[in-house]
């Protein structure tokens, strides 16, 4: 049968926007924060992290903005490519328990040309 | 610099059967992980080892899953027996545990499917 969790998240964009996901943590004590992209048929992979000593992170063509008063992260891409397109995970750690990440659910990124 | 190794791909089994898989890590990484991921769900983390020794195997289901990293280097988790709930992606990574920033190495996942 189909599993509950197999409906992700999805946001679809045209290549060129810009692109908001959104991930809402649960640990109040989470001080450090990571973004993951996933391809189809891959691990995980590193895009961005922040502590919970800063409320914003730039890299190339990606910010992360933290809002610990609302236990909130989004990622924001600019100029979206369709090598972008892919399934994004938030995860949140506590620097006291060994780093060992909780992933969030995950949102399906959809970029169309 | 080579990734994270993962054998088999795939593996198809019935219930009740045993399967085993295999992760090299990243040359040099201390730290391994091994996470179970379901269809439309994010990773959650089954064991993770400190060189050789287990750091944290609260969510492993010990009845039926064992780990080890011999040698502190290559590591394998073993099903035994397999239950349909366990058909998911077993991913492997390995990090080097050091510096401001934690980073995690994720290998290609073994998909397994219990029938």
């Known amino acids: 049968g189909e599993s509950v969790g197999l409906h992700l998240p999805t946001l679809s964009v045209q290549e060129g926007d810009n692109s908001i996901i959104n991930c809402a943590y649960s640990n109040s004590a989470s001080d450090y924060f990571i973004w993951y992209k996933q391809e189809s048929g891959k691990g995980p992979q590193f895009i961005i992290d922040i502590r919970s000593n800063m409320d914003k992170r730039q890299g190339q063509r990606v910010t992360v903005l933290l809002n610990k008063t609302v236990k909130h992260l989004s990622l924001q891409i600019a100029a979206t490519q369709p090598g972008d397109s892919a399934v994004y995970f938030c995860?949140?750690?506590?620097?006291?328990?060994?780093?060992?990440?909780?992933f969030g659910r995950g949102t399906s990124l959809i970029v169309h040309p | 610099e080579a990734g994270v190794a993962q054998s088999p791909r795939y593996k198809i089994i019935e219930k009740r059967q045993s399967v085993a898989f295999w992760c090299n890590p990243i040359?040099?990484?201390?730290?391994l992980y091994w996470y179970q991921q379901i269809l439309g769900q994010g990773p959650k983390l089954l064991i993770q080892f400190q060189n050789n020794g287990v750091v944290d195997d609260s969510q492993l289901p010990k009845d039926r899953f064992s780990a080890e990293r011999l040698k502190g280097v290559d590591s394998t988790l073993k099903i035994q027996p397999a239950k349909l709930e366990d058909s998911a992606v077993y991913l492997c990574?390995?990090?080097?545990?050091?510096?401001?920033?934690?980073?995690?190495?994720f290998g290609p996942g073994t998909r397994l499917t219990v029938t």
């Open positions: 995860a949140e750690a506590f620097s006291g328990g060994s780093y060992i990440p909780t």
């Open positions: 990574a390995s990090s080097s545990g050091q510096g401001a920033r934690y980073e995690q190495y």
């Open positions: 040359s040099g990484h201390a730290t």
